[in-house]
């Protein structure tokens, strides 16, 4: 499935159309709270939207955003990778995630201005893939030498997921380009327990688009 997922982006968003599509690009930032991972995160990325056709006012968008590094730290009961049992331990955990989303943007509130510009409301349903990448270390808890002083596991392992996501935002158009801002949700698979769903991650993003073809 998710070799599968760069091919349907792209045939979505390169689709064949008789009416002139309209272009836009853009870059976006967001803060947010991350349930799945439990912590709070940051995102960069960017945009590439199409709106197929002037007889049409759904919006397609292919966005793509790193996440800031999140680091966890608990202590936990370990077996260490020499064998031996019930190590006292501190775990830290450093999490880098990377996603790709497919979205469809309808606008409810319209504004015409001048130049043929829009100024108004939207909102945005889509599903995308998130990758994780996991380094966990485990220090052992020696009282005598300090704490995190002798590393009794190491391991990193990948998670994959895919989610569904949801936005309202608003826009305001101008000759120089859109700046929009956005609250999103999204939701899918819980990483430490997929078979557990929920809501994943809640945030609020601000970005620029630039539109080739005025609306």
Known sequence: MRAHLPLLFAAALFAPCAARAQWAVGLFGGLGQDQGWQGRSSWMGGLVERRLGDSTSFVLRLSGLAL????????????????????????????????????????????PCDGGYHRGAYVMAGAGWEHARVRQTGYAVQEQVGPESVVVRERSWTVDRFVGAAAVGAQYGTRWGSPFLEVHMNAGPMPYDTGLWGITLVGVQVGYRYVFVKR
């Open 68 to 111: 800031t590094p999140l680091e966890r730290v608990y202590g936990e009961t370990v077996v260490a990778d020499d064998g031996t049992t019930d190590v006292e331990a501190v775990m830290r955990e450093l999490i880098g995630r990377s996603a790709a989303m497919l979205s469809v943007r309808w606008p409810f509130l319209t504004v």
